[in-house]
């Protein structure tokens, strides 16, 4: 009888348990996967309710306040996308501002720190200094 509610239980477990498993997998995969693709690519998004042109000059003001030098301003060819290029001692920026709508831009921000390292945390510093010059 020990035997038979034993086996009953263990039944009972792998049963009700069994549909978490998929989740569980499903969870960790894509939880893993997007820190593995943050940590690796060090980009960083976030879309503001801003024309570009008042993005691009919060993205000055910002990287000016974190002194922060400014190496390039310019048009991408054949697109409307701004690309700025900044510099630090340790970093290459990489800003790359894009109107969605007249009144909708989407902001990339990419900081290498060599030439397979790259450092998210700077990334992402830069967007909320940018979000704070905008007010």
Do not use: W
């Amino acid at each position: 009888m020990r035997h038979f509610c034993l086996a009953s239980f263990l039944l009972m477990c792998m049963t009700t348990l069994a549909g978490c498993v998929p989740a569980i997998t499903t969870a960790a995969g894509v939880g893993g996967s997007a820190a593995i693709t943050h940590t690796l690519n060090g980009t960083t998004y976030r879309t503001f309710t801003a024309p570009a042109t008042k993005v691009r000059l919060a993205t000055i003001n910002a990287l000016d306040r974190m002194k922060i030098k400014v190496i390039s301003d310019s048009m991408q060819d054949k697109s409307s996308i701004r690309l700025v290029t900044a510099k630090t001692s340790e970093r290459n920026i990489e800003i790359q501002i894009e109107p969605i709508s007249a009144n909708t831009t989407r902001m990339k921000v990419t900081a290498k720190s060599s030439a397979f390292s790259y450092d998210s945390a700077t990334a992402e510093e830069i967007l909320m200094q940018t979000k704070k010059s905008l007010g």
